[in-house]
Structures are given as structure tokens and as C-alpha cells.
T-cell receptor, first 116, second 113 residues
């Protein structure tokens, strides 16, 4: 059973370009979380999704950022018109939901975005 | 509302010494608590979790943590530090009704030879 797969591992974008980060959850997991980690900082929650549904996007910046988790295919975190401040490591995690609560979140290796 | 506070962003211990990383939580419902470890340029790996069973939880690599409701704490310990324990450690809280895992800001552990 493969773990959470994120790609690409490293992404370089020029200011103003779009960045697309992909996350394939573990098999059988229907819940995906996206976190951002800035240097010397902890993990900041961005968004929580189920398939075809955004559950909680309270951590998403109001502009330029969007996320989706379609019925088929990976979850996508999209950043439009990137700026230098978007440079960070973006982690995806997935979790199964048993009906009685969440178990632990399983993390991917992250995508390190560098905006030049 | 739920949150965690990790006291001490950097901790240094000598090889063979006790490791103690502090985590205090805030939760209005019974919490689920987690410790994760992150090695450089890697994702987070689960060390251990508390989900309302035994209050003393044993994890991987010789780590353990004790849930103390009266102190709202879930400190991580290891009797004897190894060089390979040098990493970033994150405490997190969730609940059986919550949507999110709330993470602390992390504690960077340095092990001195």
C-alpha cells in the first residue's frame, strides 16, 4: 500500500506564474489536508477536503489559492500568480474516517515551492 | 476550539541523556493527541498517538508520552537520546468530532555527541 504521494517534490516558478501541487492519498483514504510550512515555522493548516467537497478552508488565503479533490484523480492545490512569499514546503496528508472519529494523518514527502 | 503549545523551539541534549519535549493542549472536547517527527527534507512520520485508551502511550524508536488531563499536557520523553533522534518534533491535537489536526510550532531537537 503506497503512502501519500506528492508531486512534484520540487517546483520552481517565476513570479506571476501558476503553481499546481498534486497529492494522491493513501488507498482507501477519503480525506485530504493541505498544510504549509515556512522556514523556522510550524505547520499551518490550509484546507481540508473530502472527495468533491471542501470541508474547511479557513486556512486558505482569500486570493490566488484554491484546492480541489475530484471524484477521480489526485487532490490539487493551485496557486495563481505566485509571489516570493509563497515559497514554502507544502504538505499533503490523508486520513481514513472510521465513523467514530479520525485516526492519525499520514503525510506525504511535501512539495518545495521556490518562487524566483 | 483546539490548539497545542510546544514550549521550547530548540532543545539540546547530550547523547545518552533524557529527552523531554513539552506539549500542552487546549480542547473543549476529549482530545486525540499525536506526536510526529520530521527529518530534514522529509514529511512527517507518526511517533505515537493518544486516543483515550491508556494514558501512557509507547511509540516507535523508544519514545513515549503521557496524557495528563489535570495538566492538559502530553509531553514526549525518551530515556536515552541517540544521534539519530536529531529532528523536528511536532505535537498535534484532534478530536473524534473535529475536522482538523492542529499542530504546534515544533521543537527542534539537537543531540550533542
Amino acid at each position: 500500500n503506497a503512502g501519500v504521494m506528492q508531486n512534484p517534490r520540487h517546483l520552481v516558478r517565476r513570479r506571476g506564474q501558476e503553481a499546481r501541487l498534486r497529492c494522491s492519498p493513501m488507498k482507501g483514504h477519503s480525506h485530504v489536508y493541505w498544510y504549509r510550512q515556512l522556514p523556522e515555522e510550524g505547520l499551518k493548516f490550509m484546507v481540508y477536503l473530502q472527495k468533491e467537497n471542501i470541508i474547511d478552508e479557513s486556512g486558505m488565503p482569500k486570493e490566488r489559492f484554491s484546492a480541489e479533490f475530484p471524484k477521480e484523480g489526485p487532490s490539487i492545490l493551485r496557486i495563481q500568480q505566485v509571489v516570493r512569499g509563497d515559497s514554502a514546503a507544502y504538505f499533503c496528508a490523508s486520513s481514513p474516517y472510521s465513523g467514530s472519529g479520525h485516526t492519525e494523518a499520514f503525510f506525504g514527502q511535501g512539495t518545495r515551492l521556490t518562487v524566483v | 476550539a483546539q490548539s497545542v503549545t510546544q514550549l521550547g523551539s530548540h532543545v539540546s541534549v547530550s547523547e545518552g541523556a533524557l529527552v523531554l519535549l513539552r506539549c500542552n493542549y487546549s480542547s473543549s472536547v476529549p482530545p486525540y493527541l499525536f506526536w510526529y517527527v520530521q527529518y530534514p527534507n522529509q514529511g512527517l512520520q507518526l511517533l505515537l498517538k493518544y486516543t483515550s485508551a491508556a494514558t501512557l502511550v509507547k511509540g516507535i524508536n523508544g519514545f513515549e508520552a503521557e496524557f495528563k488531563k489535570s495538566e492538559t499536557s502530553f509531553h514526549l520523553t525518551k530515556p536515552s537520546a541517540h544521534m539519530s533522534d536529531a529532528a523536528e518534533y511536532f505535537c498535534a491535537v484532534s478530536s473524534n468530532t473535529g475536522n482538523q489536526f492542529y499542530f504546534g510550532t515544533g521543537t527542534s531537537l539537537t543531540v550533542i555527541p
